[in-house]
């Protein structure tokens, strides 16, 4: 087995279900962002862009995320109807997945989630 000597990411990917939907809007939606930033690369102020997606199909229609900062990557999508969220991480700085999962969890009022990490070489 090869040994690893340098991990570049942590990609985190959850998928929050029967989440409090009136949280479902650009505000709350922002400030999630900005606090799931200042676990995953604290200290940084990220851009955050928050928009209208999935109006196609309504099990899709709700909102998109991208929140950038200078060591992450975060994108999300919330759909409205199925009160189900879609969060990415990426990040190079160190973290603790589980921290990102209880902001989410505890943010979206929701215990029924899934979670799988990826750790990038």
Known sequence: MK???FIWSLDLA???KECMQSLFNKKDISTFSKELVEIVDPGQVPTIIV???GKHNEDMNGFRL???SQNSL???HFALKT????INV???HPYQPSMALNKASSFFKTDKYKC???FRE
């Open 116 to 118: 799988q990490k990826i």
């Open 51 to 53: 928009k209208s997606f």
């Open 74 to 76: 975060i994108t999300a």
């Open 83 to 86: 009160k189900t969220i879609y």
């Open 66 to 68: 991208i929140s950038e």
């Open 3 to 5: 040994k690893v000597e």
């Open 14 to 16: 959850m998928t929050m």
């Open 90 to 92: 990426h990040s190079c």
